[in-house]
């Protein structure tokens, strides 16, 4: 495809009401945006969830509610560690299902969009094609977790807990295997199955 090719647009009208003219218009001077550019974000999130009357919902018709992202680390982190996998996994399986519902669950890259556009961590590739996971996430036992079953959507080890693996050489040896760690960055989290294949 051409760099000069724009992709395909359409255009819609709708009609608000006036106090919600005036909320977007307060919401663009305070983002700096236009009032397009505001409105195109908003459906953007449509891609990953669904927005009834008084819910949100994911495309299996699960609810789900809006939480302060440091008031969730909080919890995790007072998590025990064998807690903090399971949830990891829990939630790296919500991101697959949006993926297997809507076609994408082999696109990475839309995997990636989902958790920058739900407030989960920045899409950040780097020029090696690593993907780096912010360390503000969540402790590292929950993101480790997270990432195996979102890149291998498969269930990561619940015995990689640091007190097993400390007197386990051989399940330290594995561990090691599964999660070889990259250094790209010292506030975020790179593995080696986290690189991305050249297209």
Not at 13 to 18: F, P, S, W
Not at 71 to 79: P, S, V
Not at 154 to 173: F, R, T, W
């Amino acid at each position: 495809m051409s760099k000069n090719l724009k992709p395909e647009t359409s255009i819609i009208t709708i009609r608000i009401d006036k106090e919600l003219n005036e909320h977007i218009n307060r919401l663009k001077n305070r983002l700096g945006l236009s009032k397009a550019d505001i409105i195109r974000n908003y459906l953007e999130l449509s891609k990953y969830l669904i927005k009834e009357k008084n819910s949100l919902k994911s495309f299996n018709n699960r609810e789900f509610i809006v939480l302060k992202r440091s008031f969730l680390r909080k919890i995790i982190e007072n998590l025990e560690e064998e807690t903090q996998i399971l949830l990891g996994d829990k939630l790296a399986r919500f991101i697959n299902d949006i993926s297997r519902i809507t076609g994408n669950n082999d696109d990475i890259n839309y995997k990636l969009d989902i958790c920058d556009n739900l407030g989960f961590f920045q899409k950040f590739i780097d020029q090696e094609n690593y993907v780096l996971v912010s360390k503000k996430f969540g402790p590292k036992k929950f993101v480790e977790s997270f990432l195996y079953r979102f890149f291998w959507e498969e269930e990561m080890n619940p015995n990689y807990v640091e007190e097993k693996i400390k007197g386990n050489k051989s399940l330290n040896s594995k561990y090691s295997n599964d999660f070889t760690e990259i250094k790209r960055s010292e506030s975020h989290y790179t593995y080696e199955f986290m690189h991305l294949a050249e297209k």
